[in-house]
């Protein structure tokens, strides 16, 4: 017990986390003792790492196959899940597949077989099916958005998943909603339901109304993000015709923003998420699929453009401000004649300053064509900058490392004379392209 401890304690530090909150120490205690487990806790509050610690602990170092599989609704979340277990550093190797890229990508990862599998249930389907590898030493399945997850393989795709994993001794299953049903396949009966979907004492989220003086938004729209200034925010549509046309409309007025819906392509999906981490742009025009399951920080605002048709939707998009301790405002644009459904309430009607200004990012995102397969660092980028590209410490912004390529934050203004003095420079062994994305 005393070295599960230390563990425990080696991977926080790792993580830069000090403490696990209560949630996380309920179901670490739940999880490892119980054989099914049902986690509901609101978005942002960690639930990741509250079923990764103790998943951890039921792995085998001896064994070379599968022993964990966790299933999500989406790419994003795969990827963040998988960038989590590597940042803890436990030793054990983690892949995360899905949709949208090409099967050869995972051939050639699972050819080195990973004791954490991460995918979703149409491609993790597709793997099971074609016996890619053994599923019988898989002892452990985690749902991660339980209810979206259903969802998304409710084309049989779930269920076949089930028909494979015979041999699982522990359940968990996560969701920051709560009455979502349970299919019997899934086997939870007699879980123990961990419940903090009501323990919201800390959050300072204010809600409050614009009224637009026409039906089309969009001016006022302009009005709202003048106001709220360089703050970063979401706003949020209904569907992506909408966010398209917004997003012209945004062009055509200089405002700096970036996209995310399903309609997209995943490696743009993945850039836009990664400008808005870097600074590079401030305001992200998004679907509900950025509502939750994919890693991007704080948020000082959120903007429903639209108002979603179900309550469930309208939660989860606030969720993405005011998290834990933090402030945070969500705002209802209302247009003329609209009447807003019987679940909005405690909204105040505001008048807006819209004389503020939006400042143009300060920051850009380069691309460097390698990463992790190429044996390249975090350090060996930033001494590229420093030395090549003769950068100061305040010049360098986050960098992203991914397995085959990396993302680097520099200021707009010298971001011309990067690439001239970096592209087709060498890091490590390695030819690299830098461009702008």
């Known amino acids: 017990m005393a070295n599960n401890i230390k563990a425990q304690q080696d991977i926080l ?47 085998d170092p001896e064994c070379e196959d ?16 998988e960038t989590v277990i590597r940042d803890m550093g436990s030793g ?30 149409g491609r993790l389907a597709d793997h ?11 002892k452990t399945l985690v749902i991660d958005e339980f209810d979206i997850s259903i969802e998304v393989g409710a084309g049989g795709e779930m269920k076949d998943i089930m028909s494979y994993l015979a041999n699982v001794t522990k359940r968990i299953l996560t969701s920051a909603t709560q009455g979502a049903s349970i299919p019997k396949y899934l086997r939870m009966d007699g879980a123990k339901t961990l419940n903090f979907l009501s323990e919201k004492p800390n959050s300072k989220l204010e809600i409050k109304t614009v009224v637009s003086p026409s039906a ?28 398209e046309d917004l997003s012209r409309f945004l062009d055509k007025k200089n405002i700096a923003h970036t996209c995310f819906y399903g309609g997209m392509e995943q490696h743009d999906r993945e850039r836009a998420l990664i400008k808005l981490r870097n ?18 920080p704080e948020m000082s605002y959120i903007i429903h453009y639209e108002i979603p048709d179900a309550y469930q939707e309208y939660t989860h998009r606030n969720g993405r401000t005011a998290r834990v301790n933090a402030k ?12 807003f459904p ?14 503020g200004d939006i400042k143009p990012p300060f920051w850009t995102t380069l691309f460097i064509s390698g990463g992790r397969k190429d044996k390249i660092s975090k350090g060996d980028i930033a001494g590229l900058f420093f030395k090549q590209g003769q950068i100061n410490k305040d010049q360098l912004g986050v960098i992203e490392l991914k397995q085959d390529c990396a993302f680097v934050a520099v200021p707009v203004t010298i971001a011309d004379d990067l690439i001239a003095k970096l592209n087709n420079s060498r890091l490590k062994k390695k030819k690299v392209r830098v461009t702008l994305i």
């Open 13 to 59: 530090e790792k993580l830069n986390i000090y403490a696990l909150n209560p949630m996380q120490e309920s179901a670490l205690a739940s999880i490892e003792a119980n054989d099914k487990t049902i986690l509901l806790s609101p978005t942002g509050t960690g639930k990741t790492l509250a079923f990764l610690l103790p998943l951890l602990e039921t792995l």
């Open 279 to 296: 600074g590079s742009v401030s305001i992200l025009i998004a679907s509900d699929l950025a509502s939750r399951g994919i890693d991007i």
């Open 128 to 138: 099971f099916e074609q016996a890619r590898f053994t599923t019988k030493f898989i």
């Open 216 to 243: 089309n938004k969009h001016n006022t729209l302009v009005d709202l993000l003048h106001h709220v200034g360089n703050e970063p925010g979401i706003v949020f549509c209904n569907k992506k015709e909408r966010l």
């Open 66 to 81: 599968v022993q964990a599989l966790i299933i999500v609704p989406s790419r994003e979340l795969a990827i963040q899940i």
């Open 328 to 339: 945070g405002t969500a705002y209802l644009i209302k247009g003329d004649r609209e009447v």
């Open 92 to 121: 054990y190797k983690a892949n995360a597949i899905y949709g949208g890229r090409a099967i050869s990508k995972d051939k050639i990862e699972l050819k080195h077989t990973p004791a954490i599998l991460i995918g979703t249930p």
């Open 342 to 355: 019987e679940f909005i309430e405690n909204s105040k009607t505001i008048r807006i300053n819209a004389s």
